[in-house]
């Protein structure tokens, strides 16, 4: 009988130690190729990929569009990187609004628009 409780509470520490190693690794899948996770907004590269995302859709569209804020910035982790921004902005007449973005950064720092979609941005940002 000894020998059952003996093994039982061995498991239950295997278990749980198992438990704790999956607990702990899951925090760095985020920044695994592939995840986004969440940086500052005043993050330098987040910052210009967010100006570069203003003045790109400023020229496409000939409006002038002006960054008041970055609401909220994601960053995934691909051949470069792609950052993924809640941003609000001042559009033409003084009207602000809120868009979602998506700019890709290579590997030589060469930077494109890959999405601008206007947004509430309901959570800040995006889904993964």
Same mark, same amino acid.
């Given at each position: 009988?000894?020998?059952?409780?003996?093994?039982?509470?061995?498991?239950?520490?295997?278990?749980?130690?198992?438990?704790?190693?999956?607990?702990?690794?899951?925090?760095?899948?985020?920044?695994?190729?592939?995840?986004?996770?969440?940086?500052?907004?005043?993050? +330098?590269?987040?910052?210009?990929?967010?100006?570069?995302?203003?003045? +790109?859709?400023?020229? @496409?569209?000939?409006?002038?569009?002006?960054?008041?804020?970055?609401?909220?910035?994601?960053?995934?982790?691909?051949?470069?990187?792609?950052?993924?921004?809640?941003?609000?902005?001042? +559009?033409?007449?003084?009207?602000?609004?809120?868009?979602?973005?998506?700019?890709?950064?290579?590997?030589?720092?060469?930077? @494109?628009?890959?999405?601008?979609?206007?947004?509430?941005?309901?959570?800040?940002?995006?889904?993964?």
């Amino acid at each position: 009988m000894e020998k059952i409780v003996i093994n039982k509470l061995r498991y239950a520490g295997i278990f749980a130690v198992i438990a704790m190693v999956f607990v702990f690794a899951s925090d760095g899948f985020g920044q695994m190729a592939g995840g986004y996770k969440v940086i500052a907004s005043d993050d +330098t590269a987040a910052q210009d990929a967010a100006e570069f995302a203003v003045v +790109t859709q400023s020229a @496409k569209t000939a409006k002038e569009i002006s960054l008041i804020d970055i609401v909220k910035a994601e960053r995934q982790i691909v051949a470069g990187s792609n950052y993924r921004m809640c941003l609000a902005i001042d +559009t033409v007449g003084g009207e602000t609004a809120s868009v979602l973005v998506v700019v890709y950064v290579d590997l030589k720092g060469n930077r @494109k628009l890959i999405s601008w979609t206007a947004s509430d941005c309901g959570d800040g940002g995006g889904e993964d």
